[in-house]
């Protein structure tokens, strides 16, 4: 398994047990439900997105037959992504006290988190492309086959 799926694995492990932490945190001390937006996009992104992302770069290429589009891309998207999540955690951290900072944080975290998530998109749809042309070109005589979308 390549080091970048388990940075992603790895990440979205540590992601979850610091929604927990929040979580834990805000019931002990009801005052802090407003961190809950925090609280969230730690548990749903940065745990189940991120495991998404690494499930699917060690999964998806393997389903198709074909090597990943961009390991350089992969690897870019695993920064991107955690610094961007985090930005956008702080943002929500900072929000009910800065509002200004928190904003700038958030629009920035989520906004580099977004084009890690397009580079995802960009890297699994060349992926998926390369194998069609290569299946293309081996001029399958399988008519079992459903049509695959853009075939």
């Known amino acids: 398994m390549e080091w970048f799926i388990k940075a992603f694995i790895r990440s979205s492990l540590l992601w979850?047990?610091?929604?927990?932490?929040l979580g834990v945190?805000?019931?002990?001390?009801?005052?802090?439900?407003?961190?809950?937006?925090?609280?969230?996009?730690?548990?749903?992104?940065?745990?189940l997105t991120m495991l998404v992302f690494g499930v699917g770069y060690q999964l998806?290429?393997?389903?198709?037959?074909?090597?990943?589009?961009?390991?350089?891309?992969a690897i870019a998207h695993v920064y991107l992504a955690n610094v961007g999540l985090g930005g956008l955690v702080l943002g929500f951290l900072l929000q009910p006290h800065a509002r200004s900072l928190g904003r700038w944080?958030?629009?920035?975290?989520?906004?580099?988190?977004?084009?890690?998530?397009?580079?995802?998109?960009?890297?699994?749809?060349?992926?998926?492309?390369?194998?069609?042309a290569r299946q293309r070109?081996?001029?399958?005589?399988?008519?079992?086959?459903?049509?695959?979308?853009?075939a």
């Open 25 to 47: 945190a805000i019931v002990v001390h009801p005052p802090w439900v407003i961190y809950r937006p925090a609280h969230a996009h730690m548990n749903v992104v940065g745990f």
């Open 137 to 150: 070109a081996r001029g399958s005589t399988d008519h079992t086959r459903l049509p695959t979308l853009g």
């Open 60 to 73: 998806l290429p393997r389903l198709f037959g074909h090597p990943l589009h961009s390991i350089r891309l």
């Open 16 to 21: 979850f047990a610091a929604g927990i932490a």
């Open 105 to 132: 944080f958030g629009a920035g975290g989520g906004t580099l988190f977004a084009i890690g998530a397009i580079f995802w998109l960009w890297n699994l749809w060349h992926t998926f492309d390369a194998a069609d």
